[in-house]
């Protein structure tokens, strides 16, 4: 199979839909298919098994961290694409790539499916703080609903967002398709080299936070939370690894509740074994989002052996099952610093929670879940090509019967089939 996938995002831009992107597009190429990625330039390559077309990009004033695809030079790649021959087109993201991804689908004449990674009802009004938050989840209502609707087939990361949109009315056919992680990549983790790094002492009691610091990720509540920890364990440390447009305020809030002894900013940690190492030092991993469509590093903590300290909110709750590897707390702060105290001054429970993290984390390998996503390709595609073949007068008799002939001479000639939609446009060129 042959899939190009478009993103507004990838590394080196850190968050959850790089990770995403790059976990299927390997698992892909190790499956034997070709995957082409189309993204953003950001002046840094990253190496990958796949190819990467990197197009000029602009900066955004209001979001540095991203960059925004020039659409005349995403036009120049449609003639290099069209004789790659592409099964279908995968967008990963909302803004230029979903409106090019659509554009470069009906170009090439292949069925286009799109992945909802964001919440973004929940998100709009932390950025655009002079519009009533009621008009920005109406606008991220209609919006999301006229894109999921604009696709022949939806991928989402959990059953609760999944639920979210059908509420929005979506009618596209969609699927459960959640990522997986590389349990080789997160098998091993030295946590004494980090506390060595950090300088931390090996028996300070350490509460880890990984993930991009954005405002919809509620990590201030973590600073409020750690108020309480910090009254019954006055040594204990949060490490927050990351970074984003939150930063600022979360240090400005760090020193108003006087915790600049008790919180670690490392910014973000390459995923070259630095990555690996902070989670293993943590005697916890603490995660209060309630937003998240998933929440992979809830799981990269658990497969390091690291237990969880959450809220089980949207598709943290699909990810979290109680006392297996995880304890699941209550958007209250002090329950929450209790759920903490507890893992902290409990070393047999860390021990036993930390087991059945790792055992648990291995039901969401990579290789596992995108067999799901070749699963619900070959399903779009069988779909699609069924719907050409309805009748329609004489085109759909004669689309009937291109496919079958085509479906024959590939049977003949031993070659891998091509997708209906691309084999009739080639009659058309």
Same mark, same amino acid.
Not at 369 to 375: F, K, N, R, Y
């Given at each position: 199979?042959?899939?190009?996938?478009?993103?507004?995002?990838?590394?080196?831009?850190?968050?959850?839909?790089?990770?995403?992107?790059? /976990?299927?597009?390997?698992?892909?190429?190790?499956?034997?298919?070709?995957?082409?990625?189309? /993204?953003?330039?950001?002046?840094?390559?990253?190496? %990958?098994?796949?190819?990467?077309?990197?197009?000029?990009?602009?900066?955004? $004033?209001?979001?540095?961290?991203?960059?925004?695809?020039?659409?005349?030079?995403?036009?120049?790649?449609?003639?290099?694409?069209?004789?790659?021959?592409?099964?279908?087109?995968?967008?990963?993201?909302?803004?230029?790539?979903?409106?090019?991804?659509?554009?470069?689908?009906?170009?090439?004449?292949?069925?286009?499916?799109?992945?909802?990674?964001?919440?973004?009802?929940?998100?709009?009004?932390?950025?655009?703080?002079?519009?009533?938050?009621?008009?920005?989840?109406?606008?991220?209502?209609? *919006?999301?609903?006229?894109?999921?609707?604009?696709?022949?087939?939806?991928?989402?990361?959990?059953?609760?967002?999944?639920?979210?949109?059908?509420?929005?009315?979506?009618?596209? $056919?969609?699927?459960?398709?959640?990522?997986?992680?590389?349990?080789?990549?997160?098998?091993?983790?030295?946590?004494?080299?980090?506390?060595?790094?950090?300088?931390?002492?090996?028996?300070?009691?350490?509460?880890?936070?990984?993930?991009?610091?954005?405002?919809?990720?509620?990590?201030? *509540?973590?600073?409020?939370?750690?108020?309480?920890?910090?009254?019954?364990? $006055?040594?204990?440390?949060?490490?927050?690894?990351?970074?984003?447009?939150?930063?600022?305020?979360?240090?400005? @809030?760090?020193?108003?509740?006087?915790?600049?002894?008790?919180?670690?900013?490392?910014?973000?940690?390459?995923?070259?074994?630095?990555?690996?190492?902070?989670?293993?030092?943590?005697?916890?991993?603490?995660?209060?989002?309630?937003?998240? /469509?998933?929440?992979?590093?809830?799981?990269?903590?658990?497969?390091?052996? /690291?237990?969880?300290?959450?809220?089980?909110?949207?598709?943290?709750?699909?990810?979290?099952?109680?006392?297996?590897?995880?304890?699941?707390? %209550?958007?209250?702060?002090?329950?929450?610093?209790?759920?903490?105290?507890?893992?902290?001054?409990?070393?047999?429970?860390?021990?036993?929670?930390?087991?059945?993290?790792?055992?648990?984390?291995?039901?969401?390998?990579?290789?596992?879940?995108?067999?799901?996503?070749?699963?619900?390709?070959?399903?779009? @595609?069988?779909?699609?090509?069924?719907?050409?073949?309805?009748?329609?007068?004489? @085109?759909?008799?004669?689309?009937?019967?291109?496919?079958?002939?085509?479906?024959?001479?590939?049977?003949?000639?031993?070659?891998? $089939?091509?997708?209906?939609?691309?084999?009739?446009?080639?009659?058309?060129?």
């Amino acid at each position: 199979m042959r899939v190009l996938m478009i993103s507004d995002v990838y590394f080196p831009r850190v968050n959850g839909v790089s990770t995403s992107i790059q /976990t299927f597009g390997r698992e892909l190429i190790a499956k034997g298919h070709q995957v082409t990625l189309i /993204t953003p330039s950001y002046g840094v390559d990253t190496a %990958e098994p796949f190819e990467v077309l990197r197009m000029p990009a602009r900066s955004i $004033p209001f979001d540095p961290e991203d960059r925004m695809m020039l659409w005349r030079h995403l036009r120049e790649q449609r003639a290099g694409l069209r004789a790659q021959r592409f099964d279908l087109v995968h967008i990963h993201t909302p803004f230029v790539a979903h409106y090019a991804g659509r554009a470069l689908a009906r170009s090439l004449a292949i069925p286009v499916v799109e992945s909802y990674h964001t919440f973004f009802e929940q998100y709009l009004d932390k950025y655009i703080p002079l519009v009533p938050s009621a008009w920005l989840r109406y606008a991220a209502r209609r *919006f999301s609903a006229a894109q999921c609707n604009d696709v022949d087939a939806l991928a989402v990361p959990s059953q609760a967002m999944l639920d979210v949109l059908t509420r929005y009315g979506i009618r596209t $056919p969609a699927e459960v398709v959640p990522t997986g992680i590389d349990l080789a990549k997160f098998g091993q983790g030295y946590g004494e080299r980090f506390r060595q790094r950090w300088g931390i002492s090996t028996d300070r009691p350490l509460l880890v936070h990984v993930g991009r610091l954005a405002f919809e990720k509620n990590c201030d *509540f973590l600073l409020r939370m750690l108020v309480h920890v910090k009254a019954e364990m $006055p040594d204990v440390l949060l490490v927050i690894a990351g970074d984003g447009p939150a930063l600022k305020r979360l240090q400005r @809030l760090t020193q108003r509740l006087e915790l600049q002894q008790q919180v670690l900013f490392t910014g973000y940690l390459a995923r070259d074994g630095s990555l690996e190492d902070c989670y293993s030092a943590g005697d916890a991993f603490v995660f209060s989002s309630r937003t998240e /469509t998933q929440g992979l590093v809830l799981l990269e903590s658990m497969a390091l052996g /690291t237990p969880v300290v959450a809220i089980a909110e949207m598709g943290t709750r699909e990810v979290l099952r109680d006392s297996e590897g995880c304890l699941i707390a %209550e958007n209250d702060e002090a329950q929450f610093a209790a759920q903490c105290l507890r893992l902290l001054r409990e070393p047999h429970l860390r021990e036993q929670l930390a087991a059945s993290a790792r055992a648990y984390a291995r039901s969401w390998s990579a290789p596992v879940l995108a067999e799901h996503m070749i699963d619900f390709y070959a399903g779009t @595609l069988l779909r699609v090509e069924k719907r050409l073949r309805e009748p329609m007068g004489g @085109l759909g008799v004669a689309v009937g019967e291109r496919a079958a002939a085509l479906s024959a001479m590939a049977g003949e000639a031993g070659d891998e $089939p091509r997708s209906l939609a691309a084999s009739v446009v080639s009659t058309e060129d």
